[in-house]
T-cell receptor
Framework: AQSVTQLDSQVPVFEEAPVELRCNYS??????LFWYVQYPNQGLQLLLK??????LVKGINGFEAEFNKSQTSFHLRKPSVHISDTAEYFC?????????????FGKGTLLTVNP | GAVVSQHPSWVICKSGTSVKIECRSL??????MFWYRQFPKQSLMLMAT?????????EQGVEKDKFLINHASLTLSTLTVTSAHPEDSSFYIC??????????FGQGTRLTVV
């Protein structure tokens, strides 16, 4: 079984400040890792994913995340946030089993960017 | 443009009635689609896996007779909430897995049962 822990339910920051959203996971097998963003009353949009290779992954909208296997973490970062980054962010994992994988999501972190 | 289209985006129904939610894959042929449920301020919980041409696979604790899933074609899956009750009010989201080990999500359906 897999689980995902997002340590912060809410993160308020000021515009142009850096931000880090934390994600830790547990799994008995190797996993794929994802970050999704959800704007109010909308579905999820993929920000970035880690499958293999370089542990630093760059995604859309200036976000990046670093996979740390020893700490079982996949924290999301952005050096300078904008008001438009205000949204709910979900970390998710999927195991290597089969082609029709399932995603296990964390509880989400609400990022609020204030002017 | 949208890869996965979900309809309706919101619906209000009376208690005891049934509601059908459609999930269409616009760019992919999907033998599998996933249905999630999201309660306010909580994460997405997988409800079931919709399989084209066969029965859906339900997660533990999900009532298959209440949440009917039909995967009619390679581009359409439907979720029907039967005999809806206020506790069924939630945000329902479908997703279509892609070959690049990712998934596209529909825009979600906000169901309110009154």
């Amino acid at each position: 079984a897999q689980s995902v822990t997002q340590l912060d339910s809410q993160v308020p920051v000021f515009e142009e400040a850096p931000v880090e959203l934390r994600c830790n996971y547990s799994s008995s097998v190797s996993v794929y890792l994802f970050w999704y963003v959800q704007y109010p009353n909308q579905g999820l949009q993929l920000l970035l994913k880690y499958l293999s290779g370089s542990t630093l992954v760059k995604g859309i909208n200036g976000f990046e995340a670093e996979f740390n296997k020893s700490q079982t973490s996949f924290h999301l970062r952005k050096p300078s946030v904008h008001i438009s980054d205000t949204a709910e962010y979900f970390c998710a994992v999927s195991d290597f089993g089969g082609s029709n994988y399932k995603l296990t999501f964390g509880k989400g972190t609400l990022l609020t960017v204030n002017p | 443009g949208a890869v996965v289209s979900q309809h309706p985006s919101w619906v209000i129904c009376k208690s005891g009635t049934s509601v059908k939610i459609e999930c269409r894959s616009l760019d992919f042929q999907a033998t599998t689609m996933f249905w999630y449920r999201q309660f306010p301020k909580q994460s997405l919980m997988l409800m079931a896996t919709s399989n084209e041409g066969s029965k859906a696979t339900y997660e533990q604790g999900v009532e298959k007779d209440k949440f009917l899933i039909n995967h009619a074609s390679l581009t359409l899956s439907t979720l029907t909430v039967t005999s809806a009750h206020p506790e069924d009010s939630s945000f329902y989201i479908c997703s279509v897995p892609t070959g690049s080990i990712s998934a596209f999500f529909g825009q979600g359906t906000r169901l309110t049962v009154v």
